[in-house]
């Protein structure tokens, strides 16, 4: 279905795992140098060298592991940098993300925030945090249901767009599949309630997963900025894979279209 008007375009990154020296190595890579080739590979002029003729996009959405160990200083500087695409860009924590630093930089207020509710295009976006401190699974709890559902109840107009880190399924990768969203059936059970919500966009697999559940609900992750995971495989492996974001159309009638892209940079 292709929108009737211009729609809103998203960019979805996730799991950058930035260390606080740029000559950091992580798993092989330069997790810094990822995050600089892959923005540069969302530049439109270097889309339209790669034969796909894209629009800028008017919103980044970013969904945790923003640090892989380290905290304050790294968020600092990743602000700036992802200042420079000026759009609105909306970050939320993983479960290697520092809590305390990471509240401290991004503030519920600015061009990059980490807020709980956005509104662009016909759309609420909101997010939601999956983090509990010193564990790698993640959860939602009692209280941040509770308080969704309550906002889903009174917000019923308007399509919705739902981010967290954690992958609320199983999505094939065994070892992964057990460090999901500990409530994670909880939660589809109580968003498939409410019709509004078109969308749900998570990372930490390290890999593309797309579902369309019967509802019609769909459940989005991004591939990583830093590394890949080698999806299917029962124990951690790492494919040689570019870094990868998710590109999503959000149109005013409420449908829904989005592709994974692989970023190598432009020669």
Not at 61 to 69: E, K, N, Q, S, W
Not at 72 to 90: C, D, F, M, N, T
Not at 94 to 104: A, S
Request: proline share 7%; net charge negative.
């Amino acid at each position: 279905m292709l929108c009737p008007d211009e729609p809103l375009r998203v960019l979805h990154i996730s799991d950058l795992h930035l260390g606080d020296d740029p000559q950091w190595s992580y798993q092989g890579v330069r997790p810094w140098e990822r995050l600089t080739e892959a923005l540069i590979g969302v530049d439109p002029d270097c889309l339209g060298a790669q034969g796909l003729s894209r629009a800028p996009f008017d919103l980044v959405v970013v969904t945790g592991d923003l640090a892989h160990d380290q905290g304050e200083s790294v968020y600092a500087k990743l602000s700036e940098q992802l200042a420079a695409l000026k759009v609105p860009v909306l970050v939320l924590p993983g479960n290697h993300d520092d809590p305390e630093g990471f509240q401290r930089i991004f503030t519920d207020s600015g061009q990059v925030s980490y807020c709980r509710e956005y509104f662009a295009g016909g759309w609420r976006i909101l997010c939601l945090n999956s983090q509990v401190p010193g564990q790698i699974t993640g959860r939602l709890g009692g209280q941040q249901l509770n308080a969704l559902e309550q906002d889903l109840q009174q917000n019923q107009d308007l399509p919705t767009l739902i981010a967290l880190h954690h992958a609320p399924v199983e999505v094939g990768t065994p070892w992964l599949d057990v460090q999901r969203l500990e409530d994670g059936e909880s939660f589809l059970e109580l968003v498939e309630r409410y019709p509004q919500v078109r969308g749900v966009v998570f990372g930490h697999v390290h890999q593309d997963f797309a579902e369309r559940r019967q509802s019609g609900l769909r459940l989005l992750a991004a591939p990583a900025v830093s590394i890949q995971f080698e999806p299917g495989s029962a124990v951690f492996a790492v494919e040689p894979s570019p870094p990868g974001v998710r590109w999503l159309e959000l149109c005013s009638n409420g449908s829904l279209q989005s592709e994974v892209w692989w970023l190598e940079g432009c020669d």
